[in-house]
């Protein structure tokens, strides 16, 4: 009897919040562009019980990506590093050049921030 022996692929894990529109569209895009190179994790699909994942909270507010070595990237970083997976990912490189780099980040914080103030901060407040 021959035994097969699946080899399970190992790939980048991209953390998005699949409730928030904009986030939702470029996920839609970065699946037809990294050609199934990422698996797609929907923070309000997973388990809150994960104990190697960053607090629900955390993964809101920011773009999570954990490469296969279990290291994390986070905000603008994972951003790039998951449009590198596209043919458009030198576009993104620029964001990472030391003044471009340091203006990205805090225009990107400063989205962000507010983009779950929005969505999150006052609905709980009501």
Same mark, same amino acid.
């Given at each position: 009897?021959?035994? /097969?022996? /699946?080899? $399970?692929?190992?790939?980048?894990?991209?953390?998005?919040?699949?409730?928030?529109?904009?986030?939702?569209?470029?996920?839609?895009?970065?699946?037809?562009?990294?050609?199934? $190179?990422?698996?797609?994790?929907?923070? $309000?699909?997973?388990?809150?019980?994960?104990? $190697?994942?960053?607090?629900?909270?955390?993964?809101?507010?920011?773009?999570?990506?954990?490469?296969?070595?279990?290291?994390?990237?986070?905000?603008?970083?994972?951003n790039?590093?998951?449009?590198?997976?596209?043919?458009?990912?030198f576009?993104?490189?620029?964001?990472?050049?030391?003044?471009i780099?340091?203006?990205?980040?805090?225009?990107?914080?400063?989205?962000?921030?507010?983009?779950?103030?929005?969505?999150?901060?006052?609905? /709980?407040?009501?």
């Open positions: 009897m021959n035994a /097969q022996v /699946q080899k $399970q692929v190992v790939k980048d894990t991209l953390y998005f919040d699949g409730t928030c529109p904009l986030c939702s569209k470029e996920i839609s895009l970065l699946k037809k562009l990294s050609k199934d $190179q990422l698996i797609f994790a929907d923070i $309000q699909n997973i388990s809150s019980t994960d104990t $190697q994942l960053p607090s629900r909270e955390a993964l809101l507010r920011r773009l999570h990506l954990r490469l296969m070595n279990g290291e994390w990237l986070v905000g603008l970083d994972a790039v590093a998951v449009w590198s997976y596209t043919k458009y990912g576009l993104f490189k620029i964001l990472r050049w030391p003044l780099g340091h203006i990205a980040d805090r225009i990107y914080a400063n989205w962000a921030d507010n983009r779950y103030e929005k969505r999150y901060k006052c609905s /709980q407040s009501n």
